[in-house]
T-cell receptor, first 112, second 112 residues
């Protein structure tokens, strides 16, 4: 089955700096890659996603890049703000499939 | 997108008892899922809730311990049966819409 690895497990950045979280996957059949943000005491919230026919997607300060050949994808947050502090999870799945394979999570702290 | 609510939001239970968690979706999602999340850990899929039929359980989870119902497209329940302290965790419901999943806020369970 699919195996998703996520790095780093913890990340601290100064407010205004950029943050990058990387994930790798093993199954070349995976073609849908969402990213979730989980704040303390809340459920995971979808923040951005990308399909395998696209190499990059942006939404304001958040961007995701995908390298299908290398089987890795990354979340980029620019101009970080304290409210970006949370745990971020990547996932991989197949469009039309049931199973989401989650990474182990990255705890991001933005220092004011 | 889909908005998902769960009840209860948290509970403290005695060992040997059972707790039923309810999940309500605001739109007709194609799939509903139940996850468990240990503190500081990633999400582990318990089962896929199938409308009008038995749920599909992942390895390590059985129907006797985690019976699931899904009487219609927008509602599902998960029961944690004969609880022990090891069942203390966050239980998350999600709804699948198109290719992605939307999560509820979670139910925080503590078993004494």
């Amino acid at each position: 089955g699919e195996n998703v690895e996520q790095h780093p497990s913890t990340l601290s950045v100064q407010e205004g700096d950029s943050a990058v979280i990387k994930c790798t996957y093993s199954d070349s059949a995976s073609n849908y890659f969402p990213w979730y943000k989980q704040e303390l005491g809340k459920g995971p919230q979808l923040i951005i996603d990308i399909r395998s026919n696209v190499g990059e997607k942006k939404d304001q300060r958040i961007a995701v890049t995908l390298n299908k050949t290398a089987k890795h994808f990354s979340l980029h947050i620019t101009e970080t703000q304290p409210e970006d502090s949370a745990v971020y999870f990547c996932a991989a799945s197949m469009v039309g499939g049931n199973q989401f394979y989650f990474g182990t999570g990255t705890s991001l702290t933005v220092i004011p | 997108s889909a908005v998902i609510s769960q009840k209860p939001s948290r509970d403290i239970c005695q060992r040997g008892t059972s707790l039923t968690i309810q999940c309500q979706v605001d739109s007709q999602v194609t799939m509903m899922f139940w996850y468990r999340q240990q503190p500081g850990q990633s999400l582990t899929l318990i089962a896929t809730a199938n409308q009008g039929s038995e749920a599909t359980y992942e390895s390590g989870f059985v129907i006797d311990k985690f019976p699931i119902s899904r009487p219609n497209l927008t509602f599902s329940t998960l029961t944690v049966s004969n609880m022990s302290p090891e069942d203390s965790s966050i239980y998350l419901c999600s709804g699948g819409l198109q290719e992605t999943q939307y999560f509820g806020p979670g139910t925080r369970l503590l078993v004494l």
